[in-house]
């Protein structure tokens, strides 16, 4: 079956304590994307990843890493979480973001996180 | 101005009515615009998906893309409760599958 999954789905934590929320694919899809959406917000991209050893930064990356070492996976890092990073984090993957293919693209079941 | 415009509503509608979802932007170099449909505690699906101007029907939906007034349209017709979900509209530059930009969503309910 074609997925995307996340994990943790849930996560409370405490200010500072370094994370990681891995996001793995399993179509060889070349474009991965981490996104957050926060109530009156919506989805906001946080970094994305062309290709292997490929990230950029999107609309809100500050306090976040990333990193495309495999092609199937595309973890998120908080260094040094704050409470203004609770938020439903979806991590989304597609084949070629420069095609107009009707491919959709495919996004996780959400992490839910909250720094206290 | 912020760059896409959605009404978060919440919408209620009775079952069978016709649902009109609607985003504004203002960017016209957006080429790609899509529609995800979000059920509570998932991640967003690809529901329509429409390259530049012109009508899009699938089913019970069809998307409308008006470029020279910057608005899209989602329409649900003979809506059912399992229509109930949060609608986002979502555009791009370049490439259906490429940096997407998200309206905020809006929150229909179809009441049996």
């Known amino acids: 079956e074609a997925q995307v999954t996340q994990n943790p789905r849930y996560l409370i934590t405490v200010t500072g304590k370094k994370l990681t929320v891995t996001c793995s694919q399993n179509m060889n899809h070349e474009y991965m994307s981490w996104y957050r959406q926060d109530p009156g917000l919506g989805l906001r991209q946080i970094y994305y990843?062309?290709?292997?050893?490929?990230?950029d930064k999107g609309d809100v990356p500050e306090g976040y890493k990333v990193s495309r070492k495999e092609k199937r996976n595309f973890p998120l890092i908080l260094e040094s979480p704050s409470p203004n990073q609770t938020s439903l984090y979806f991590c989304?993957?597609?084949?070629?973001?420069?095609?107009?293919?009707?491919?959709?693209?495919?996004f996780g079941p959400g992490t839910r996180l909250t720094v206290l | 101005q912020k760059e896409v415009e959605q009404d978060p509503g919440p919408l209620s509608v009775p079952e069978g009515a016709i649902v009109s979802l609607n985003c504004t932007y203002s960017?016209?170099?957006?080429?790609?615009f899509m529609w995800y449909r979000q059920y509570s505690r998932k991640g967003p699906e690809l529901l329509m998906y429409t390259y530049s101007s012109g009508n899009k029907e699938d089913g019970r939906f069809t998307a409308q893309v008006d470029k020279s007034s910057k608005y899209i349209s989602l329409f649900i017709r003979d809506s059912q409760p399992s229509d109930s979900a949060t609608y986002l509209c979502a555009m791009s530059y370049g490439g259906s599958q490429g940096n997407l930009i998200f309206g905020k969503g809006t929150k229909l309910s179809v009441k049996p």
């Open positions: 990843s062309m290709n292997v050893e490929v990230t």
């Open positions: 989304a993957s597609s084949r070629d973001p420069t095609s107009d293919s009707t491919d959709t693209q495919y």
């Open positions: 960017n016209s170099a957006f080429q790609y």
